[in-house]
């Protein structure tokens, strides 16, 4: 003798409510029964989606959207292309080595401070011995960097 639960909740004539009920079955086997549940079962219809799910929803599609955009944007940019170019008059100007005349008892340390008040004055010396020697003299052009 076996016992099954019996959940259809349909006949002949279409979908009825009512609760499972216990059948007594004659020379049942003590095979599991498989719980089928019909379409108009309460676990079966869809939940209510709260507020904050669709607010995440939204924020995601409008991120998404976003990105395409700046991909987009991106593309079209990187398609039309621009180009850089340097005015020749400045870019001639900064290749062009600038120097100063050295002035009777001026040394290295004194034309540092003197190009560049604000800046590392040590670090400007060495760079003014590295372009000139360790020495120089009244009247001699000093290269500055």
Not at 5 to 29: Q, W
Not at 117 to 135: I, K, M, S, Y
């Amino acid at each position: 003798m076996a016992i099954a639960l019996d959940y259809r909740s349909f006949d002949s004539t279409g979908p009825i409510r009512r609760a499972p009920r216990l059948t007594v079955i004659e020379g049942g086997s003590a095979t599991p029964v498989r719980r089928v549940r019909s379409a108009s079962h309460p676990s079966m219809r869809p939940r209510p989606v709260s507020r904050g799910v669709y607010a995440r929803r939204r924020l995601a599609a409008v991120g998404l959207l976003v990105a395409i955009l700046a991909v987009a944007v991106t593309a079209v940019v990187g398609a039309t292309g621009s180009r850089a170019e340097a005015d020749r008059t400045v870019a001639g100007a900064a290749m062009e080595p600038q120097y100063i005349i050295a002035q009777p008892g001026d040394t290295l340390w004194a034309i540092a401070q003197r190009i560049a008040p604000l800046a590392n004055t040590a670090d400007l010396v060495d760079e003014l011995v590295r372009l000139n020697g360790d020495q120089i003299a009244a009247g001699q052009q000093v290269r500055i960097p």
